[in-house]
């Protein structure tokens, strides 16, 4: 994905390049690097494939409603989460992940979300990156990855693009923007929404679209992104030294949540203020 003679962008990019609103304090742009430079080292590598209790939940929460309609009869039987559960093997898992799983699928089981809708993409969370929209302009040229949970056709037939979520973690638009961007691509001429919804607390955001100008300006800032994020990379592999320099550090009580402070020479495990800190979710 990060092959440097094809620059790409993504919403996980985009939020590993420029901070959510509100989180300018905690942004590191040595992350990015381990993420997208250092990928392929070992030790980056198997902190790359631990996934965390949250990032589990998330995964199988996401699974489980691919299950539920998947086998649709599970929606309607009694034992319909335990057959899910079982489906998730769920029992490998810890105590933690279990539970809060469990609770999830009885509340979709009870509330089925997607329940008669017409599914034109449902993915099981875990199928890895998807095909790359090749995106070329006179000006520009990158390719676009955008992993959509969910797809349908509402009755008046726009395209619904839905983002499952799980936990605390606060809904970034900028994801539902490169995914109403990729629609573009993938359903032309179809009028397009996105959304999230987390299956943890119920909890809808609301209904998220852009203009045509709009979607040009978008497309026009991911392209930006993706020659930047191209050109460090060139420059890390002209030096690997200057590391600190291409993804300077932005050490701070953050440290503790981060995956890489176990190898990372600037982490700081001081806690500088007691402003609470945000949940971190992983994200395509």
Same mark, same amino acid.
């Given at each position: 994905? =990060? ?11 985009? +939020?590993?390049? !420029? ?16 993420? %997208? @430079?250092?990928?392929? /080292?070992?030790?980056?590598? @198997? ?15 996401? %699974? ?13 039987? *009694? ?31 009870? +509330? ?34 955008? !992993? ?8 008046? +037939? ?35 929404? !996105? *959304? ?12 998220? +679209?852009?203009?045509? =100008? ?13 020659? %930047? ?31 890489? =402070?176990?190898?990372? /020479? ?12 945000? *949940? ?5």
């Amino acid at each position: 994905m =990060s092959t440097p003679d094809r620059p790409f962008a993504s919403y996980h990019l985009w +939020s590993l390049v !420029a901070p959510a609103t509100g989180q300018e304090r905690w942004h590191c742009q040595m992350r990015r690097g381990f993420v %997208k @430079a250092r990928q392929h /080292e070992p030790q980056v590598k @198997a902190l790359l494939a631990q996934a965390t209790a949250p990032q589990r939940i998330g995964i199988l929460a996401q %699974k489980g409603v691919y299950e539920f309609h998947h086998h649709r009869h599970l929606l309607n039987q *009694s034992d319909g989460v335990e057959k899910v559960a079982q489906l998730l093997k769920l029992s490998n898992s810890s105590d933690q992940v279990q539970q809060r799983v469990l609770q999830i699928l009885k509340k979709y089981h009870d +509330s089925p979300l997607l329940l008669n809708k017409n599914i034109i993409q449902l993915t099981p969370g875990d199928e890895g990156f998807p095909k790359p929209i090749v995106i070329e302009q006179e000006d520009y040229c990158f390719r676009l990855y955008a !992993a959509m949970d969910c797809v349908f056709i509402e009755s008046d +037939s726009t395209l619904h693009i839905i983002d499952f979520k799980t936990g605390k973690s606060a809904f970034d638009r900028r994801q539902a923007l490169v995914y109403l961007l990729a629609a573009r691509y993938l359903y032309p001429g179809r009028h397009a929404v !996105a *959304s999230f919804y987390n299956l943890e607390i119920g909890k809808a955001s609301e209904l998220i +679209s852009i203009n045509n =100008s709009e979607l040009e300006s978008l497309e026009f800032d991911l392209a930006n992104i993706a020659h %930047k994020h191209q050109h460090d990379l060139h420059k890390y592999q002209e030096k690997t030294s200057n590391f600190s320099k291409i993804f300077p550090p932005n050490p701070g009580s953050h440290c503790r949540f981060c995956p890489f =402070s176990s190898i990372c /020479e600037f982490g700081d495990f001081k806690p500088s203020y007691s402003h609470p800190l945000p *949940s971190l979710k992983a994200n395509s």
